[in-house]
């Protein structure tokens, strides 16, 4: 119950705070703007807040050397 209350007074603040951005005015602290869209993105996509940011779903990154020598990007006049 207790993350549905955050979530819910998360949500009116982003009304509220949206509403002052489109009538022209600024913010206080944009960087709370931002992690409240951030939450609720989270919370939309079931993203677990304490899970941390383990990447095991991500596939190993390719070889950067292997990619310099393979493929140039074709240069500009």
Do not use: C, Q, Y
Not at 53 to 61: F, G, N, R
């Amino acid at each position: 119950m207790l993350t549905n209350d955050k979530s819910v007074k998360d949500l009116v603040m982003l009304l509220f705070e949206t509403a002052l951005l489109t009538s022209g005015f600024s913010l206080d602290d944009p960087n709370t703007f931002g992690n409240r869209i951030h939450r609720m993105l989270k919370l939309g996509l079931s993203i677990d807040e304490d899970a941390g940011e383990a990447d095991v779903d991500m596939p190993p990154l390719e070889d950067a050397d292997a990619d310099a020598d393979g493929s140039k990007m074709e240069e500009a006049d």
